[in-house]
């Protein structure tokens, strides 16, 4: 079994002149070779080198999106290094409370470098007190620096197939960050596993907007790049989110063949994509929905707009996975249409499965079948298997799972049961199909990151005019945007201006979690319904404003 | 600023008599997120047939600034403030 570095090197050298990756930023276009990644590449392990990193030395990597972040990362696997990419702040982020929130994190996980950009080190050393944590600055001037100094073969060259080679960084917005612990045998087979469920070969060609610091955009494309040795179509996701279409133009240009995307993105796609303006996608063989909740209308609607570029409902497909998995747990069969179930919403809501027999049905779309070597349980509460067609936890058993979260055994502790990964998700299992239904915790995905409610509502404790501790935000479907939006509902003191309690609610959580509120209800003191410990109730209080208990 | 202000109107699906004025912001307006700004980004482009460079479209702060941004663009110099209108 071999490593990623040395796959890596091994397409630099059979086919040193092929294009890894076309990178669209800003009007300009960069290929990228595989020669040229390697050689870039071995210019970052020499420059970590130099700074004294060695194998199993953590480097935190915070770049906007170009291709440094290929070079940075894989240079770090080269040198030996354990590389992590966190998310570059925000426009909208004020730099001190992005770093004020990665003091915990950083402390806890020590990493034995930072590599950003000067002026990113500077908000550090001013949000930080004593940040003296051992940092770089990412340039050009690190792909020049000559080579003669250096060993022939870089560390991570000779590294073992169960070394870590990576830490992912999962759900949660700060110092709640869970480090998840991949191995190169881990990456490896889950890739080749994956790529066996879509039927991936040489001829196929990717296209992403997604960042790197989330698995859907790191592993489903990124990785599967460098490790198949196939074109990746890379954009911004910053400039994507502004305009949507650069994809569908990127798509049509390059004859990509596949591309993952969460929910959110195919509505933006269609809100965004000019009536007058038609794509040629045909060389499309599937469009990927994962890590978020897939609806059925979204695909109706996504398939409606684009159905005279080449896109049917046969080509829309669905994927669970998670980071601690590397990244895939499920994937539905490309070619068939997506199974969808129509259930009867009022079991459902009492927590079981059966055919709609009203005139209302809830439809559910399938996940479809764990991939190579996944085992999926849905358990109860008290951890016992539940019988297909059964709402329970869903649990997984793999040959590709996590070595656990970095410095924090007692998490790592909370999920395993034995062998088997308790992924905190709620669902079913039919006819061997996996169908997510929900989340056991209080964790929100918004555009494809993951907010926890308490995380928003300790943000907007200390606003002037809402009660101490009575707030709670919760994530409803917003009908326009066919996305999830962020509610926070606030008791307010009498006599407030709400008008200027909202703008202040709004503006803090995006300063502190670059997280843009949908709206913020403010409701009379003692509005909000507790639950029977005392606590608001986020799910009583959600189920209220859905019904309009809470409009004015 | 009228334009800017229609444009917004029908974006955010706000009131007609909304209070929209150069200090209004994304936090004063129900629903501008990322994505819904995407959606007025489009609208200022059809609107006043040009296009905003993308460098500048995350500076934007407020709708001041927008209105400055798009007299730049239409008549090639800086602009003065366009006023409360609401």
Same mark, same amino acid.
């Given at each position: 079994?071999?490593?990623?570095?040395?796959?890596?090197?091994?397409?630099?050298?059979?086919?040193?002149? $092929?294009?890894?990756?076309?990178?669209?930023?800003?009007?300009?276009?960069?290929?990228?070779?595989?020669?040229?990644?390697?050689?870039?590449?071995?210019?970052?392990?020499?420059?970590?080198?130099?700074?004294?990193?060695?194998?199993?030395?953590?480097?935190?990597?915070?770049?906007?999106?170009?291709?440094?972040?290929?070079?940075?990362?894989?240079?770090?696997?080269?040198?030996?290094?354990?590389?992590?990419?966190?998310?570059?702040?925000?426009?909208?982020? +004020?730099?001190?409370?992005?770093?004020?929130?990665?003091?915990?994190?950083?402390?806890?996980?020590?990493?034995?470098?930072?590599?950003?950009?000067?002026?990113?080190?500077?908000?550090?050393?001013?949000?930080?007190?004593?940040?003296?944590?051992?940092?770089?600055?990412?340039?050009?001037?690190?792909? *020049?620096?000559?080579?003669?100094?250096?060993?022939?073969?870089?560390?991570?060259?000779?590294?073992?197939?169960?070394?870590?080679?990576?830490?992912?960084?999962?759900?949660?917005?700060?110092?709640?960050?869970?480090?998840?612990?991949?191995?190169?045998?881990?990456?490896? =087979?889950?890739?080749?596993?994956?790529?066996?469920?879509?039927?991936?070969?040489?001829?196929?060609?990717?296209?992403?907007?997604?960042?790197?610091?989330?698995?859907?955009?790191?592993?489903?494309?990124?990785?599967?790049?460098?490790? &198949?040795?196939?074109?990746?179509?890379?954009?911004?996701?910053?400039?994507?989110? !502004?305009?949507?279409?650069?994809?569908? %133009?990127?798509?049509? +240009?390059? /004859?990509?063949?596949?591309?993952? *995307?969460?929910?959110?993105?195919?509505?933006?796609?269609?809100?965004?994509?000019?009536? $007058?303006?038609?794509? %040629?996608?045909?060389?499309?063989?599937?469009?990927?929905?994962?890590?978020?909740?897939?609806?059925?209308?979204?695909?109706?609607?996504?398939?409606?707009?684009? /159905?005279?570029?080449?896109?049917?409902?046969?080509? *829309?497909?669905?994927?669970?996975?998670?980071?601690?998995?590397?990244?895939?747990?499920?994937?539905?069969?490309?070619?068939?249409?997506?199974?969808?179930?129509?259930?009867?919403? %009022?079991?459902?809501?009492?927590?079981?499965?059966?055919?709609?027999?009203?005139?209302?049905?809830?439809?559910?779309?399938?996940?479809?079948?764990?991939?190579?070597?996944?085992?999926?349980?849905?358990?109860?509460?008290?951890?016992?298997?539940?019988? %297909?067609?059964?709402?329970? &936890?869903?649990?997984?058993?793999?040959?590709?799972?996590?070595?656990?979260?970095?410095?924090?055994?007692?998490?790592?502790? &909370? @999920?395993?049961?034995?062998?088997?990964? =308790?992924?905190?998700?709620?669902?079913?299992?039919?006819?061997?199909?996996?169908?997510?239904?929900?989340?056991?915790?209080?964790?929100?995905?918004?555009?494809?990151?993951?907010?926890?409610?308490?995380? !928003?509502?300790?943000?907007?404790?200390?606003?002037?005019?809402?009660?101490?501790?009575?707030?709670? =935000?919760?994530?409803?479907?917003?009908?326009?945007?066919?996305?999830?939006?962020?509610?926070?509902?606030?008791?307010?003191?009498?006599?407030?201006?709400?008008?200027?309690?909202?703008?202040?609610? @709004?503006?803090?959580?995006?300063?502190?979690?670059?997280?843009?509120?949908?709206?913020?209800?403010?409701?009379?003191?003692? /509005?909000?319904?507790?639950?029977?410990?005392?606590?608001?109730?986020?799910?009583?209080?959600?189920?209220?404003?859905?019904?309009?208990?809470?409009?004015? | 600023?009228?334009?800017? @202000? =229609?444009?917004?109107?029908?974006?955010?699906?706000?009131?007609?008599?909304?209070?929209?004025?150069?200090?209004?912001?994304?936090? $004063?307006?129900?629903?501008?997120?990322?994505?819904?700004?995407?959606?007025?980004?489009?609208?200022?482009? &059809?609107?006043?047939?040009?296009?905003?460079?993308?460098? /500048?479209?995350?500076?934007?702060?407020?709708?001041?600034?927008?209105? +400055?941004? !798009?007299?730049?663009?239409?008549?090639?110099?800086?602009?003065?403030?366009?006023? $409360?209108?609401?």
């Amino acid at each position: 079994m071999e490593t990623i570095p040395a796959r890596l090197r091994s397409h630099a050298e059979a086919r040193a002149h $092929d294009t890894f990756c076309t990178f669209l930023a800003r009007g300009q276009t960069e290929s990228i070779t595989f020669a040229e990644l390697y050689e870039r590449s071995l210019a970052y392990s020499r420059f970590y080198t130099r700074l004294g990193i060695q194998r199993g030395d953590l480097i935190l990597i915070i770049l906007q999106h170009t291709p440094h972040l290929f070079y940075s990362y894989l240079g770090a696997m080269l040198a030996g290094a354990i590389p992590s990419f966190m998310p570059f702040p925000s426009p909208k982020q +004020r730099a001190d409370f992005y770093w004020a929130d990665h003091e915990i994190l950083i402390e806890r996980i020590k990493p034995r470098l930072i590599l950003t950009y000067a002026a990113n080190l500077d908000a550090a050393r001013a949000s930080i007190p004593n940040f003296n944590t051992p940092s770089a600055v990412a340039d050009e001037e690190i792909l *020049l620096e000559p080579s003669d100094d250096t060993p022939v073969t870089p560390s991570g060259l000779s590294a073992s197939p169960d070394d870590i080679a990576c830490m992912q960084h999962s759900s949660g917005t700060t110092s709640l960050k869970k480090g998840v612990m991949l191995t190169h045998r881990a990456i490896l =087979a889950e890739v080749a596993a994956y790529s066996r469920a879509i039927g991936f070969s040489a001829t196929d060609s990717i296209a992403s907007w997604l960042p790197l610091y989330h698995d859907m955009g790191f592993v489903a494309c990124f990785m599967r790049s460098v490790i &198949e040795g196939t074109h990746l179509i890379a954009l911004d996701p910053f400039e994507w989110t !502004i305009r949507p279409s650069l994809l569908l %133009d990127a798509i049509e +240009r390059y /004859r990509a063949t596949l591309c993952w *995307l969460p929910n959110f993105a195919f509505s933006h796609i269609v809100n965004a994509s000019r009536a $007058d303006t038609e794509w %040629d996608l045909s060389s499309i063989r599937a469009f990927i929905n994962c890590s978020e909740p897939c609806k059925e209308h979204t695909f109706e609607r996504f398939a409606e707009r684009f /159905r005279t570029a080449g896109i049917t409902q046969e080509k *829309l497909h669905v994927s669970y996975a998670m980071a601690e998995n590397v990244f895939g747990v499920t994937q539905t069969t490309l070619g068939r249409r997506v199974r969808v179930l129509s259930v009867d919403p %009022d079991a459902f809501s009492a927590g079981s499965v059966e055919p709609a027999r009203g005139a209302y049905a809830l439809p559910l779309l399938s996940c479809g079948p764990p991939i190579d070597g996944v085992r999926l349980q849905i358990c109860d509460a008290e951890g016992n298997a539940v019988p %297909d067609g059964g709402i329970g &936890e869903i649990h997984i058993s793999s040959p590709f799972l996590f070595d656990g979260y970095y410095k924090l055994p007692e998490k790592t502790a &909370e @999920r395993m049961r034995g062998s088997w990964f =308790a992924t905190g998700d709620m669902g079913f299992v039919l006819d061997g199909e996996l169908f997510v239904t929900g989340r056991i915790d209080d964790m929100l995905i918004v555009n494809g990151r993951n907010y926890y409610s308490h995380e !928003i509502e300790a943000a907007v404790n200390g606003v002037s005019g809402v009660l101490p501790g009575r707030s709670v =935000a919760i994530g409803v479907e917003d009908e326009r945007s066919d996305a999830t939006v962020v509610v926070v509902l606030v008791e307010t003191t009498p006599g407030c201006d709400v008008g200027q309690v909202g703008s202040e609610v @709004r503006k803090r959580v995006a300063q502190r979690l670059g997280l843009g509120i949908h709206a913020v209800v403010p409701v009379a003191a003692g /509005r909000l319904v507790k639950t029977t410990s005392g606590k608001i109730s986020r799910n009583k209080n959600r189920e209220l404003f859905v019904e309009g208990a809470f409009s004015a | 600023m009228e334009r800017v @202000r =229609a444009v917004m109107i029908s974006t955010f699906r706000i009131p007609g008599d909304s209070k929209i004025d150069d200090a209004t912001s994304s936090a $004063d307006i129900e629903g501008w997120d990322s994505l819904s700004h995407a959606m007025l980004i489009m609208g200022i482009e &059809e609107e006043f047939k040009i296009t905003l460079p993308f460098d /500048r479209i995350y500076q934007l702060d407020d709708v001041g600034a927008l209105v +400055r941004l !798009i007299h730049e663009l239409d008549s090639g110099s800086p602009a003065a403030p366009s006023g $409360d209108v609401a």
